[in-house]
């Protein structure tokens, strides 16, 4: 299983950008690296996903490195609607089995 | 288009008593996984299943159990509950199997258990 490291906390002001940060050394070629969030008290939100280009979706822009072995969740202009935990997932082909690491909890402050 | 359902939301059991948590998967998926949530252990993968067959299990003693119906409802039991048994029980749904091509899992509001 790929393992994964994101800082434990950051903080942003409303409306400015957030970038999130993750590492993912050890993913193989064919793992797709996911990106959910957390609020309190609800089942994790899928954001985004992408396997080697980067990607773009109304929620969120997910920037892979050249090598894979990071990705940057980018939020454009952050609100308070966004504060949350942002998990990094590399998921892997034939399984559902997401291995959740402990998340950076993303403090938005207004 | 409706969500993962879980059900119940709430609930409280005794230590030694069983538990019976329900998922219905959005409409049309196909596949259901089933997650833990605890505030020390973070979310731990429990058991997938694929067309009423179960594909992947996490490490979690055989207490824990589950199964999928013919028309992809899912249900996990907890026989003989211990107080760290209290957690959130997350179920997540997609559309077909994990083959590679980068399905998107998509959880329920989860069902929270506590043991007493």
């Known amino acids: 299983d790929a393992k994964t490291t994101q800082p434990n906390s950051m903080e942003s002001n409303e409306e400015e950008p957030v970038h999130l940060p993750c590492n993912h050394s050890?993913?193989?070629?064919?793992?797709?690296i996911h990106w959910y969030r957390q609020l309190p008290s609800q089942g994790p939100e899928y954001v985004i996903h992408?396997?080697?280009s980067n990607v773009n979706n109304r929620m969120a822009s997910l920037a892979i490195a050249e090598d894979r072995k990071s990705s940057t969740l980018i939020l454009h202009r952050a609100t308070l609607r966004d504060a949350a935990v942002y998990y990094c997932?590399?998921?892997?082909?034939?399984?559902?089995?997401?291995?959740f690491g402990t998340g950076t909890r993303l403090k938005v402050l207004a | 288009k409706a969500g993962v359902t879980q059900t119940p939301r709430y609930l409280i059991k005794t230590r030694g008593q069983q538990v019976t948590l329900s998922c219905s998967p959005i409409?049309?998926?196909?596949?259901v996984s089933w997650y833990q949530q605890t505030p020390g252990q973070g979310l731990q993968f429990l058991f997938e299943y694929f067309s009423e067959t179960q594909r992947n299990k996490g490490n979690f003693p055989g207490r824990f159990s589950g199964r999928q119906f013919s028309n992809s409802r899912s249900e996990m039991n907890v026989s003989t509950l211990e107080l760290g048994d209290s957690a959130l029980y997350l179920c997540?749904?997609?559309?077909?199997?994990?083959?590679?091509?980068?399905?998107?899992?998509?959880f329920g509001e989860g069902s929270w258990l506590t043991v007493v």
């Open positions: 992408g396997l080697t």
């Open positions: 997540a749904s997609s559309l077909g199997y994990a083959a590679g091509t980068g399905n998107t899992i998509y």
């Open positions: 409409s049309g998926h196909r596949s």
């Open positions: 997932i590399p998921s892997t082909s034939g399984t559902y089995k997401y291995i």
């Open positions: 050890t993913i193989s070629g064919t793992d797709y």
